[in-house]
């Protein structure tokens, strides 16, 4: 496999350099048809400069005539924003998991957040779940999203207090109440979902793809090639492996369904991704 690694600008003509204070690396999972969104994203990442060491784009389908434009809008960005951007690429066509694995073993900083370009997130959230991180010594942390269905939908303001949040047990016992068959996962929709306590008549919600974790996790756990649902399931890994994980109950992002990397998807890739989906149903069937 031919994997390139692209990192514009440097230490020196941009004044970069790792701070003390800059833990988290930022990694995207990126296809041709999110180039588009890149503006948007590191606008919105800007604002937290100081904890961010840099932003990895894990980008699949690499061809030259759409890098090309990719590396152009990558260096505005660097110059606009300050922050550092390193293009890790390949030629092939990877899932999301597969993209986001790659990224991951790029990364240096304690912290690695994984985020969808296409989507938004709350102002400060980085920083508020690298406090939480440190605070509660967890291994992951997990919030809540809104669904943002019309672009005129705006995030609401975040109220919620340490005494709020969701520890290792309590999601524990609610996501393996009945055990765990992880070899059937992905065959129904949200079986590979992290479940929360519901109190009242609030519903809470995961986004397994907008989540901040430990970088040491990668020596025990990796995304699966299973899809969709291959975030989720991450996330149950650590948590069915003992790990520490913690959820805060406040809508941190918003997710934008009919942007989804599924929806942008080719036919070939939506065909390849259904034919794996059925070989897996079958496997296990069979087991």
Not at 99 to 120: S, Y
Request: charged letters at 25%.
């Amino acid at each position: 496999m031919r994997i390139l690694v692209v990192t514009l600008g440097g230490a020196q003509d941009m004044n970069w350099g790792v701070t003390v204070d800059q833990s988290i690396t930022v990694v995207v999972p990126l296809v041709p048809a999110h180039d588009h969104f890149l503006p948007n994203l590191i606008g919105q990442l800007s604002s937290e400069r100081d904890v961010i060491a840099k932003v990895v784009l894990a980008r699949s389908s690499a061809r030259s005539r759409n890098m090309r434009e990719l590396f152009g809008t990558v260096r505005r960005l660097e110059a606009d924003y300050g922050v550092r951007i390193n293009v890790l690429a390949t030629h092939r066509q990877q899932l999301a998991g597969q993209n986001r694995n790659r990224g991951w073993h790029n990364v240096q900083t304690p912290f690695t957040a994984f985020l969808d370009a296409d989507d938004e997130y709350a102002q400060d959230r980085l920083s508020t779940l690298m406090q939480v991180a440190e605070s509660e010594n967890s291994d992951l942390v997990l919030h809540d999203f809104m669904l943002k269905e019309r672009e005129t939908d705006v995030l609401p303001m975040a109220t919620w207090s340490t005494q709020d949040l969701i520890r290792t047990e309590y999601l524990y016992e609610a996501t393996f109440a009945e055990g765990r068959d992880r070899a059937r996962e992905g065959r129904t929709p949200g079986d590979t979902n992290v479940r929360v306590p519901q109190e009242g008549a609030k519903v809470r919600r995961v986004h397994h793809g907008h989540v901040l974790v430990r970088t040491e996790m990668r020596k025990t756990y990796a995304f699966s090639n299973l899809y969709p649902g291959e975030d989720g399931q991450f996330c149950r890994d650590i948590l069915w492996g003992g790990g520490r994980v913690v959820y805060v109950p406040a809508q941190l992002s918003a997710y934008r369904p009919h942007m989804s990397a599924e929806t942008s998807a080719g036919l070939t890739l939506r065909i390849r991704r259904r034919i794996a989906k059925d070989y897996r149903r079958l496997r296990s069937d069979l087991a």
